[in-house]
């Protein structure tokens, strides 16, 4: 296992992925599971931010108490499945600043096409954390993760609920200082670059799409 990634095997994490991969799951169960386990997840990724301490009267002593550190998170969605990662996440930490980057998978090439982004500012002093559910090819992935560092970003994490071998391989080879946070890796992906055996398109899945 690469070191920058890791896998949240949480026993809810774990069976709230089982009932999204059941493919009788219907839209509205899957997105509310979705919105539970971006919160474990955001629970995760979140291990690790700065904290400083800040003093409180308590009803009997005063006390330097552990807040945390420096500007609001920053959650980057992208689009259209990372935003089923957002809403769970802001039940955790409400105040996150939140910027959507807009990219296509082309279905011939499988490549990433940009077609709207939109970041908080001051990247540069904030822990950034861009969501996606599936991490496949991670063409995507490295292209959103490429564009927030070029808005000044330097503390970033990608968080998913699941991920191939093959995504996690381009994102250590693309972004070697970002670490990948997820709730599982599977076996592979297929011909048209979809994860096996995975839960299908996360999507359509959340929206009740085809
Ligand atoms: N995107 C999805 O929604 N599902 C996959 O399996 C791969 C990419």
Do not use: W
Not at 65 to 71: E, K
Not at 96 to 105: D, E, M, N
Not at 168 to 196: K, S
């Amino acid at each position: 296992m690469p070191e920058h990634l890791t896998v949240v095997e949480h026993p809810l994490v774990q069976h709230k992925l089982t009932l999204m991969r059941d493919a009788d799951t219907p839209t509205g169960l899957f997105r509310q599971l979705l919105r539970e386990i971006s919160t474990l997840l955001a629970y995760e990724v979140t291990r690790d931010l700065p904290v400083t301490t800040r003093q409180v009267h308590t009803p009997l002593k005063p006390m330097d108490a552990p807040v945390l550190d420096g500007r609001k998170l920053a959650l980057v969605s992208i689009l259209r499945a990372g935003n089923g990662l957002l809403d769970g996440m802001l039940d955790l930490v409400p105040s996150a600043r939140v910027g959507f980057v807009g990219l296509y998978r082309d279905e011939e090439t499988l490549e990433p096409v940009q077609y709207y982004c939109k970041l908080p500012e001051a990247l540069s002093e904030r822990r950034v954390i861009v969501v996606d559910p599936m991490l496949a090819t991670g063409n995507s992935s490295a292209a959103a993760i490429a564009l927030v560092k070029d808005a000044g970003a330097i503390d970033i994490r990608f968080l998913c609920l699941l991920a191939a071998p093959e995504g996690v391989q381009r994102m250590a080879d693309a972004h070697p200082d970002v670490p990948v946070v997820t709730a599982a890796v599977d076996e592979r992906l297929n011909e048209r670059g979809y994860i096996v055996p995975g839960l299908g398109d996360a999507g359509d899945r959340m929206y009740g799409t085809r």
